[in-house]
């Protein structure tokens, strides 16, 4: 009787985390390789200050590290403003065109939907995050993946927010 139980327990957790996560991503895309990449602004849709930048962040960490390319950033200014006045378009455009103009490849850019805590008593993590790659030379998303992720009361947004970004690449790392 015992074992039984250790399994039927051991299956009602990994409903439950499973059940903590959403993920809808693409089949890894055929890349070029030794190809030129760059990391464009997020946008930031969220109430959060700087959660697009904290996301790109997090992002250029693991592709630095499980992918081992070599990643240029777009040099945003101060442009805080752009995101705070709803203008991520604007600043999206800019991007893509810097972009274009250092004859970068592939572009990672995409959003950010959550990035908080929930309100209430366990005030758990919950994080949102689309990423899409735009092959510059065609103008075309050749790759994306989209995910949502909560975490338990003692997690921090930005542990469920590595975690979440680290699967939502899996398909680039492979794709290199």
Known sequence: MKPN????????A?????ACSTLDVGQPPSLAPNATWALLPLAN????PDAGDRVA????????????MDLKRYPVKDEK???????????QQAAMDWASQNRIQYALTGSVQEWRYKTGVDGEPAVSVTFNLVDMTTGKT???ATGSRT??????????????ID??????????
């Open 5 to 12: 139980r250790t399994i039927a327990w051991v299956v009602a």
């Open 14 to 18: 990994t409903v439950g985390l499973a």
């Open 45 to 48: 849709y969220t109430e959060t």
């Open 57 to 68: 962040s997090i992002t250029e960490s693991i592709l630095h590290q499980k992918g081992g």
């Open 81 to 91: 403003d752009t995101f705070l006045l709803g203008n991520n378009a604007k600043l």
């Open 142 to 144: 050749v790759w994306s």
């Open 151 to 164: 975490g338990w009361s003692r997690s921090s947004v930005g542990s469920v927010g590595q975690a979440l």
């Open 167 to 176: 699967q939502l690449l899996v398909p680039i790392e492979h794709a290199r």
